[in-house]
């Protein structure tokens, strides 16, 4: 299984429950579908029984998985499987989710752009930049804007892969919902040349306000991706 691009990777067993978590959500694993033997998955994914083992009890944990004493490990699908990327739409063209990782190519706390809705409390955010993958393929590039409110000083050191998961974390912040708006827009001219788009290319966009427990909006983002390697999807079951 290839590690993620950055130091900020999440433990191995949970990349491996959460790629599952996806692959149940995408439809690639259905109800009722028995995975591979223990030790034939875990060759396939790279990875030791014993690392298999701890991310299929996450999976059981959620109600995703009916592991049978001598006769396997089930798939219990349902409506709506939630994960620690359950609010990352971005899945791959060729279908599946494949697991979602970043590279932050820059953290910087500046003034609000006039150009962003109004949100928060404080004129400053963190700008945060980041190359999203999904798998091992490039998939979009992201510019978030954090309220500087909820934390003084962030550098690229402290972030994880999921900046959800770093909000509640280390911040306190939990993201409890979101409203997007998808559209097309060109690169932009930050966008590193992995990306694969040239700066000025028209780009799928999805721009996004994610609320706080009090209903505040916290963030807000733009995530321009790939429509060639990424697709932008919304379910209901």
Not at 37 to 45: G, I, K, Q
Not at 136 to 142: L, R
Not at 221 to 229: E, G, K, L
């Amino acid at each position: 299984m290839p590690a993620s691009p950055h130091g900020g990777a999440l433990p191995l067993y949970l990349q491996i429950s959460e790629m599952l978590i996806r692959d149940i959500a995408a439809g690639r694993l259905v109800d009722g579908a028995r995975l591979p033997p223990e030790r034939d998955l875990a060759r396939s994914l790279d990875t030791s029984v014993g690392t298999l083992r701890k991310a299929l009890s996450e999976l059981e944990n959620t109600g995703l998985l009916d592991r049978r004493q001598g006769s396997g490990n089930y798939i219990r699908s349902k409506a709506t499987p939630e994960g620690i990327y359950a609010l990352f739409r971005l899945e791959l063209v060729g279908g599946g989710g494949g697991l979602p990782t970043a590279r932050v190519l820059d953290v910087t706390r500046i003034e609000k752009p006039g150009d962003l809705p109004r949100f928060g409390a404080s004129i400053e955010a963190h700008r945060i930049r980041r190359l999203r993958f999904l798998g091992a393929n490039p998939a979009a590039v992201e510019e978030i804007w954090l309220d500087a409110s909820h934390a003084d000083t962030i550098s690229a050191a402290d972030l994880s892969d999921s900046l959800y998961l770093f909000y509640r974390e280390a911040l306190g912040l939990w993201i409890t919902g979101y409203e997007d708006e998808v559209g097309v827009a060109p690169c932009p001219g930050w966008a590193p040349p992995e990306f694969g788009q040239s700066p000025g290319a028209p780009c799928g966009l999805v721009e996004r306000q994610s609320r706080a427990r009090d209903g505040s909006i916290a963030e807000v983002s733009r995530n321009w991706f790939d429509s060639n390697v990424a697709r932008y999807v919304a379910r209901m079951r």
